[in-house]
């Protein structure tokens, strides 16, 4: 497995406890929108404690970006990124990923697990093929919606919201559940793609197939 070192170029919060990262690009580096890599710090006692984030920039881009869900109760990796600066060292790995664009269809995300859509998104909107695709966020409040502006420039009335523990007049309260999918969307013949929590991952997988999806048009990933 091959390890490059990459300098971080920029760092911060972009809302409560989401981190928006750019580093460098080694040379000959290229992954496909949706893939991965497993990251840790250039630092003594953290080489070795590897996590996956997803790319979230442009393949063809000069640098690398990251958008990471950071879990400061945990006392890991993600709450240690939050204290690191320009110029500190990530170490990166190989790339892999199961999720790809396979056509048209709705992305179906929970939490951290909108990651892997954010490059496919920018690369329908680079190549003017957003039209009929659509993006439905599930969080457990109005605060938690990261990239909101985003989506909604890139997908206008095709990005929907649901909350779990927050009841607004702008959102619908609840889960990603049989119910909500049947009242939400009416064309199961297109792609879904799906990544969130194992567990959610499983319940959408299986509300979509008996709601009429093929399970060959269903592109799965667990956050």
């Known amino acids: 497995m091959e390890k490059h070192i990459v300098k971080i170029k920029s760092i911060g919060f972009i809302n409560h406890n989401?981190?928006?990262i750019v580093t460098e690009k080694p040379d000959g580096y290229n992954f496909e929108p949706g893939q991965a890599t497993e990251v840790s710090i250039n630092q003594e006692k953290w080489r070795n404690e590897k996590r996956p984030f997803t790319f979230?920039?442009?393949?063809?881009?000069?640098?690398?970006?990251?958008?990471?869900k950071t879990y400061p109760a945990h006392n890991g990796v993600t709450e240690k990124l939050s204290t690191l600066s320009k110029?500190?060292?990530?170490?990166?790995r190989d790339v892999?990923?199961?999720?790809?664009?396979?056509?048209?269809?709705t992305f179906l995300a929970g939490g951290a697990g909108v990651t892997p859509f954010i490059a496919i998104l920018k690369s329908l909107e680079y190549h003017d093929e957003m039209k009929d695709n659509a993006l439905i966020f599930a969080n457990k409040e109005e605060k938690d919606i990261f990239l909101r502006d985003k989506f909604e420039t890139m997908l206008g009335r095709r990005f929907l919201n649901i909350l779990s523990e927050e009841e607004t007049e702008d959102f619908p309260q609840g889960h990603m559940d049989k119910a909500f999918l049947k009242s939400t969307l009416s064309?199961?013949?297109?792609?879904?793609?799906?990544?969130?929590?194992?567990?959610?991952?499983?319940?959408?997988v299986?509300?979509?197939?008996?709601?009429?999806?093929?399970?060959?048009?269903?592109?799965?990933e667990t956050s």
């Open 187 to 204: 064309d199961f013949s297109q792609y879904f793609y799906v990544c969130g929590p194992p567990e959610m991952v499983d319940d959408v």
């Open 206 to 220: 299986k509300s979509l197939m008996e709601l009429g999806a093929e399970e060959a048009k269903i592109v799965t």
């Open 87 to 92: 110029g500190d060292e990530l170490i990166l």
């Open 56 to 68: 979230t920039n442009l393949p063809m881009e000069d640098h690398l970006e990251f958008t990471i």
């Open 96 to 105: 892999f990923g199961a999720i790809t664009y396979k056509g048209k269809g």
């Open 18 to 20: 989401v981190l928006g």
